[in-house]
């Protein structure tokens, strides 16, 4: 990958802040502390352009990133972590118009990347951010990170399972050794419908921050080549979070609708 420049554009807290749509934009989302931060970090290979914490649910607004890759600009946009239950609800509720509004009508928006954690797998939450990307046809690309946690052995079956449970493929990475890095990043070149070298041999990134930094691993082993690329999903018998998720994501909304009927 080469990112020539990375740079931190805006904050947003209001669909009135969002800066003109004038590039293609990639969104990433997943619950606080999933790794959202670091897996941004490592695919820019600049340490530190999004900051992590150590206490979760620091984003509290849209931020946006712009990359420049020489022949091309597009931007990363870092959406607010969900499910950090210290939160407040006012919080929470504050922020459901305007990811909402970002993610319905936001012209540019080429894919947003749902992170989960491999050892945690799709939780409620991410089902329902699911379904409501689904009902928007908008692209969606699954992420699984801390890779690094499982055993090599452990890794390719951890992926199939979760791609079979969604029936959708499902890209690993680790911000330790960057396994899945390069896969990842040409995949979103592919949304972006751009053809560059995604990583050119000279090429080397980064550790990302508020991880411990280790050497690259070399791909030696066939597991280690395969977590490259996302195993193919199982042949889907239709997805079954995303269906049940969705039925309660509907009568969430008719609840809603019927309360704001009622008189007070």
Known sequence: MFVRDARFLQEARS???????????????GRSNVGKSSLINALVGRRGLVRTSSTPGCTLGINFFGLSLGEAELRFVDLPGYGYAKRSKAERRAWGPILEGYLRDR?????TIVIVDIRRGLEEEDAQLLAFLEDLGRE????ATKLDKLRRHERKPALEALGGE???PVFGFSSIDGSGRDALFAHILECCSLRLDPRPASDSPEPSGGEQSGPPSEASSAEEIEAEAPPAAAAPKGPRALRKAKERARKARRAEAAKGRSPR
């Open 107 to 111: 012209p540019g928006l080429r894919a």
């Open 166 to 168: 969604l029936g959708l």
């Open 15 to 29: 669909l009135a802040q969002l800066p003109p749509p004038i590039m293609a934009e990639i969104a990433f989302a």
């Open 140 to 143: 969606t690309v699954i992420v």
